[in-house]
């Protein structure tokens, strides 16, 4: 069984930052992509980034310049830096994870952002 637990999320004004932590545990191997997802209220979930295993990292084009995403995979722990957020921001941020031999999905709880203009 594989947990993962997202924390960092907050209350945060438009320009400043959060960082976002994911650890992950349990029998993980094979992971495929490591990234972060968000939901906002009324909107369906899309992909803020991800790191493929052995790939450069992905953007949506809505965050780039503004987002890093890094894994430390000794710890199998996630990150995502969000510096310059804006109000357009606010969602519930998921951490999602693709691995093992059938390359299955898994989800952390989600962790709420909230950007005041």
């Known amino acids: 069984q594989v947990q993962l637990v997202e924390s960092g999320g907050g209350l945060v004004q438009a320009g400043g930052s959060l960082r976002l932590s994911c650890a992950a545990s349990?029998?993980?191997?094979?992971?495929?992509?490591m990234g972060w997802y968000r939901q906002a209220p009324g909107k369906q979930r899309e992909l803020v980034a991800k790191i493929p295993t052995g790939g450069s990292a992905i953007y949506a084009d809505s965050v780039k310049g503004r987002f890093t995403i890094s894994r430390d995979n000794a710890k199998n722990t996630m990150y995502l830096q969000m510096n310059s957020l804006k109000p357009e921001d606010t969602a519930v941020y998921y951490c999602?994870?693709?691995?093992?031999?059938?390359?299955?999905?898994?989800w952390g709880q989600g962790t709420q952002v909230t950007v005041s203009s």
């Open positions: 349990g029998s993980i191997f094979n992971i495929n992509a």
């Open positions: 999602n994870i693709l691995a093992g031999l059938l390359l299955m999905n898994y």
